[in-house]
Nanobody, 121 residues
Framework: QVQLVESGGDSVQAGGSLRLSCEVS????????MAWFRQVPGKERERVAR???????RYIGSVEGRFTISWDNNKNSLLLQMDALKDADSATYYC???????????????WGKGTLVTVSS
């Protein structure tokens, strides 16, 4: 059974940095696409960055150049390095894994419970 556990959320000043981590258990990431989403109350969850098994990455425009998504093989964890944080980055951040059959059930989407990031100016 795939389980995702996020950590690293905190309260920081604008301009600061945080690194989020999503530990994956139940499979080896290398066979499933993953992503970081964020959500604020009253708004839809939005995908911030995604990471494909081949190593390709994509970001939404508002975080391009400030956030970096990567995979830590040693910790079996998906990371999100967030630099130059802005007030608008405040949200609960969620880790997502899309099952492929090799990792998780094919077509099933797995979520962590989220970690809260608060940025104040």
């Amino acid at each position: 059974q795939v389980q995702l556990v996020e950590s690293g959320g905190d309260s920081v000043q604008a301009g600061g940095s945080l690194r989020l981590s999503c530990e994956v258990s139940g499979c080896t990431y290398s066979r499933a696409p993953m992503a970081w989403f964020r959500q604020v109350p009253g708004k839809e969850r939005e995908r911030v960055a995604r990471y494909e098994p081949g190593g390709s990455t994509r970001y939404i425009g508002s975080v391009e150049g400030r956030f970096t998504i990567s995979w830590d093989n040693n910790k079996n964890s998906l990371l999100l390095q967030m630099d130059a944080l802005k007030d608008a980055d405040s949200a609960t951040y969620y880790c997502q894994l899309r099952g492929t059959g090799y990792c998780g059930r094919h077509g099933e989407t797995y979520w962590g419970k989220g970690t809260l990031v608060t940025v104040s100016s």
